[in-house]
C-alpha cells in the first residue's frame, strides 16, 4: 500500500502545483515530486537515444549517398569526408529540433530534469504543460468571474450619478465631519487617505456601502486632518461650490 501511494505521490505532482492543496495531506508531494521527474528524464532518455542513433545513422547515410551521387556525376569533385562529418555533426541539432520524437526527447528530459532538480531544492514543480493550459483556463475564468462581478454591482448601483456631499447623521456615521456619498467606488480611496480638498486637508474613514432609494452607494466618511500624523497616501477632491460644513 505505501508503494501504491507514492505511486499516488508522482502522479499527483503532475499537476499544476496550485491544485496540491487539495490533495490528502499524506501524500508525500515533495517526494513524488523528485522521483516523477528523474523518470520523466530517463523516459525521455529511453526515448531520444534510440532515436538518436536511428536518426542519425539515417543522416549520415543521406551524407554518404550523396558524396558517392557527386563523386560519380563529377569524377573530378573527388570524395570529401568533411561534408560526411558535417551531416553527422548536425544530426543531433536536426533530431531535437526537426523531428516529432527530438521534440519529445526534449520536452521529457527538459522538464523533467527542471522538475527533479526544484524537487531537490524543496520547491517541487508540476508538469509545465499542464500548468500552462491551466493558467490560461484560470486566467480565462478568473476574468470571466471579475467581468460578471462588476456587471453585477453595477446593475445594484445603476446609472452613474455626481457624488453627494451629506451630514454625518445622513451619512449614518456620527464620528466624521461629513461624508461623500458616491455612486461607484472610488480607487484608491482606502481608510486613511488623505483627501485634500479647496476647503482643506481631511482623513478618510472607513469607506461604508449602503443601499439608498433602492440603489447601491458607497458612503466615504471624512474627519478633519488636524493631527501632526505623517501623510502616506493622499488623494485630490473638489468639493461643490457650496460646500460647507
Not at 102 to 125: K, N
Not at 179 to 198: C, D, L, M, N, Y
Not at 202 to 217: C, D, F, K, M, S
Request: aromatic share 8%.
Amino acid at each position: 500500500m505505501s508503494a501504491i501511494h507514492f505511486v499516488h505521490a508522482m502522479a499527483a505532482s503532475l499537476l499544476p502545483s496550485r491544485h496540491w492543496d487539495r490533495l490528502p495531506p499524506d501524500l508525500p508531494i515533495g517526494r513524488g515530486a523528485f522521483a516523477s521527474g528523474l523518470l520523466t528524464w530517463i523516459v525521455g532518455l529511453a526515448i531520444g537515444i534510440p532515436g538518436f542513433l536511428a536518426h542519425a545513422h539515417g543522416t549520415t547515410s543521406l551524407g554518404i549517398d550523396a558524396m558517392v551521387h557527386r563523386t560519380f556525376t563529377d569524377p573530378a569533385a573527388g570524395y570529401s569526408q568533411g561534408m560526411v562529418q558535417g551531416f553527422s555533426g548536425l544530426s543531433i541539432f536536426t533530431f531535437l529540433l526537426l523531428t516529432p520524437t527530438g521534440w519529445l526527447t526534449l520536452y521529457l528530459v527538459g522538464s523533467g530534469g527542471l522538475r527533479g532538480i526544484a524537487a531537490w531544492f524543496d520547491d517541487p514543480l508540476g508538469d509545465p504543460i499542464l500548468t500552462g493550459v491551466d493558467s490560461v483556463i484560470s486566467g480565462r475564468s478568473t476574468r470571466r468571474t471579475a467581468r460578471k462581478a462588476i456587471e453585477t454591482r453595477e446593475a445594484l448601483e445603476g446609472p452613474e450619478v455626481a457624488d453627494r456631499v451629506v451630514s454625518p447623521a445622513a451619512a449614518g456615521v456620527p464620528d466624521c465631519d461629513f461624508a461623500i456619498v458616491a455612486s461607484r467606488r472610488k480607487a484608491g480611496w482606502e481608510r486613511g487617505v488623505a483627501v485634500f480638498t479647496q476647503d482643506g486637508c481631511y482623513r478618510l474613514g472607513e469607506p461604508v456601502e449602503r443601499t439608498i432609494n433602492g440603489r447601491l452607494r458607497t458612503v466615504y466618511p471624512l474627519k478633519e486632518h488636524a493631527d501632526l500624523e505623517v501623510v502616506r497616501r493622499s488623494v485630490h477632491y473638489d468639493l461643490p461650490p457650496d460646500f460647507t460644513r
